[in-house]
């Protein structure tokens, strides 16, 4: 089943294993069980420590357990996990084999200290061609194998579609907890322990609060907030970062291919190499956790205070907002369903994976007329949809757009959904606002670009921010209240690109030094 060159590279992580289990299969007399059976025993034999077993008796064929002696693990994969859940499976054995997790010593603790009230048993629906659902399913594989009152199961939405209908599920990862539905989306090992361990609030404001001051501190781990901390690290100062979800918009962009230097990457292996690049300095690195307010120094030099929504509070000499942007929704049914598969909101990074398909562009605006102009070079086709009677773009970008052979423009048409088939964007309804008609166009792919919202809203007045929402800043990085410097798609620097952000976070972060070597500090 694997290929000699995948069979070579498992044959030397099973080297790693140091602690004997059993694989426990329950098959069938079906094709999917035959290959489920096949790549079982290819692993078994790989290793002493494995035994396989195809007698069991679960509920769900074909499926396989992972156990100890100890009897004290319950993981379960109904799934032939390859795909892009492959390594997933290569974790799981090297875990339940004895190899160390590469995850901070405290949070493998917590996972370890949890005492629910019940037994928690997940239950994850994912793909195997998704890319958000292996962080899923490695973080609950890690709490099922080291704390026995956790229970996981894995399931291939593929192989079970009864339970995916029965459930009415509409989108990979989705997580069920004792029966009911818990989230779905990507999440960290992070956001799910603190869901479930209900004393941890309390515990990290405690410790939060007890860190002392930084000389830097950066709030938000998108490109813009890692290159800051990174700048500001190498200078030898005190640098935090705070973060709620490490690598932001990035995490949701399937490729990047104009970075210099990266001729090509996705942007969830991106955001853990940006990760990986500031864990090599001296960075205190907070994550899971989301700012609810920022108090200004007193007087320049003095302490900015930084309150957290768990209300822990941290301290700094200088602050960086890096909190980038959203994109605005359409809020139609579909959106959710389809984004990555489909729905995109970036036709610079997206756009070359939709060469010779049609799509559609929703808004008339500059930034969707230039999507439009930039895509019609890559797709087949591109219909651009404007709810007003007229394109609100430059004339000089409409005279571009119409120009196009390969582009339709319908005005006064209001998005009504987003349809999809297979998993996968398939079409795009509308209502003419002038007849009332409903239209449907057949397509692969719409790019929605009716503007960015950046995540300023939680600043209130502490600084100067446009009409839009961005934080004006100077030529430095530098805001409207002293020691606080802003980078990124939350500022009013134009295009907002990874490339644009990671150089104004370096900016920001020299531009924070400079004031902290030219600022006394208050006394």
């Known amino acids: 089943m694997l290929d000699k060159d995948i069979s070579a590279q498992l044959q030397q ?16 007399s079906d094709a999917k069980s035959a290959e489920l059976r096949e790549l079982l025993e290819q692993v078994a034999g790989m290793s002493a420590h494995i035994t396989l077993r195809t007698d069991g008796s679960d509920a769900r064929a074909p499926s396989f357990a992972l156990t100890r002696p100890d009897g004290q693990q319950h993981l379960r994969f109904a799934a032939i996990p390859l795909g892009h859940e492959f390594t997933s499976l290569v974790l799981a054995l090297l875990w339940t084999g004895g190899h160390p997790p590469k995850v901070a010593e405290d949070t493998l603790a917590q996972i370890k200290a949890l005492e629910p009230a019940q037994d928690l048993n997940f239950e994850v629906y994912m793909s195997l061609s998704c890319h958000n659902c292996p962080d899923v399913v490695q973080a609950l594989s890690l709490m099922a194998i080291f704390n026995p009152r956790v229970r996981v199961t894995v399931i291939d939405g593929a192989l079970f579609p009864q339970e995916i209908e029965a459930r009415e599920i509409m989108g990979v990862p989705a997580v069920y907890l004792n029966g009911q539905f818990f989230a779905s989306g990507r999440m960290t090992l992070e956001e799910i322990l603190q869901k479930v361990d209900t ?3 309390a515990r990290d404001a405690g410790k939060l609060s007890s860190k002392a001051p930084f000389d830097v501190l950066v709030i938000g781990g998108g490109p813009a907030g890692a290159t800051a901390a990174i700048y500001a690290a190498r200078k030898g100062i005190r640098t935090g970062l705070v973060a709620e979800r490490f690598g932001g918009q990035v995490n949701d962009t399937m490729e990047i291919a104009n970075y210099p230097g990266v001729p090509e990457t996705n942007g969830p ?4 190499q940006l990760e990986q690049h500031v864990r090599n300095y001296e960075v205190d690195l907070i994550s899971a956790q989301r700012v609810a307010e920022v108090i ?6 003095g302490l900015i205070t930084v309150r957290l929504e768990n209300g822990g509070t941290l ?10 942007a959203r994109w605005r929704n359409v809020n139609v049914p579909g959106e959710q369903e389809y984004k990555t598969k489909g729905v995109a909101y970036c036709p610079h990074c997206d756009g070359p994976l939709f060469k010779g398909k049609d799509v559609a562009v929703i808004g008339g605006g500059n930034s969707g007329v230039e999507a439009a102009i930039d895509l019609a070079g890559v797709v087949r086709h591109v219909t651009v949809l404007e709810y007003n009677p007229d394109l609100k773009a430059d004339a000089v970008l409409v005279s571009k757009l119409e120009s ?18 297979q998993g996968k ?6 209502k003419n606002r002038d007849s009332g008609a409903s239209e449907h ?4 792919g719409v790019f929605v670009q009716i503007g960015l919202v950046p995540n300023t809203e939680w600043l209130g007045s502490v600084v100067q921010r446009n009409p839009m929402g961005e934080i004006v800043i100077d030529a430095k990085g530098a805001t409207s209240a002293p020691g606080i410097f802003a980078a990124g798609d939350c500022t009013t620097v134009p295009y907002k690109q990874i490339v644009v952000s990671a150089g104004e976070g370096a900016k920001a972060a020299l531009g924070a030094f400079d004031y902290l070597i030219r600022t006394p500090a208050a006394q």
């Open 199 to 201: 004393g941890a609030a």
């Open 315 to 324: 301290q700094s000499r200088t602050l960086i907002v890096a909190t980038g």
């Open 441 to 444: 166009v057949a397509l692969q």
């Open 425 to 430: 964007v398939s079409g795009l309804s509308f």
């Open 296 to 301: 200004p120094a007193a007087q320049p030099g």
């Open 13 to 28: 992580y099973m080297g790693m294993l140091r602690r004997p289990f059993t694989l426990t299969a329950t098959l069938g």
């Open 269 to 272: 292996a991106w955001a853990a």
């Open 404 to 421: 196009l052979p390969n582009v339709t423009i319908r005005t006064h048409a209001q998005t009504t959904e987003i349809t999809g088939s």
